[in-house]
């Protein structure tokens, strides 16, 4: 198998994942992770696209954490937010409190999504079984 090598004409997997996106990269991880030969294709050359929003979820956090990949993500540059609320004249409101939440990260984070993708990409260090081929 051809790896990492993005002028290549050849690449051969035991399985192709067409799409890098959120689903495409986690998939693409379990599979190595699991030791099959995995490439992921994605159509666009770089992360450098700002159509989405930046938020990860606790919900989003928690599989992070299962995954063994939460403390990587900390690491990196983000904002945490673990309440949101209004003020209207005198008269405060919390509008969401997340601190009550069943699970490990008790905040919504905030980091740009080409941040995320690097680090979601970033595995493929500690994952040979894994490729990925940019502007496909
Ligand atoms: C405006 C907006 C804001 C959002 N904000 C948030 C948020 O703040 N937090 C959050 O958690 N979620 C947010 N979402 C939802 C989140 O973006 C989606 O749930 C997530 O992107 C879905 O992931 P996916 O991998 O299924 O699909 P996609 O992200 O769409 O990934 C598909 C990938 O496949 C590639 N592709 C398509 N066709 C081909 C092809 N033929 N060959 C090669 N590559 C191809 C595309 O370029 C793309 O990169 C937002 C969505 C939108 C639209």
Known sequence: ??????????????????GGGPAGIVLGFLLARAAVETIVLEKHADFL???????????????????????????RPH?????????????????????????????VALMPQWDFSKLRCGTRKALPTISFAHGV
């Open 1 to 18: 198998m051809q790896q990492n090598i993005p002028d290549s004409k050849t690449i051969k997997a035991c399985c192709c994942i067409v």
């Open 49 to 75: 696209r700002d159509f989405r929003g930046d938020t990860i979820h606790p919900s989003t956090l928690e599989i992070m954490y299962e995954l063994g990949i939460l403390d990587k993500f900390l690491q």
């Open 79 to 107: 904002q945490e937010l673990h309440q949101l609320g209004a003020q209207i004249d005198d008269f405060a409101v919390t509008i969401a409190d997340f601190s009550h939440l069943p699970t490990h990260c008790k905040f």
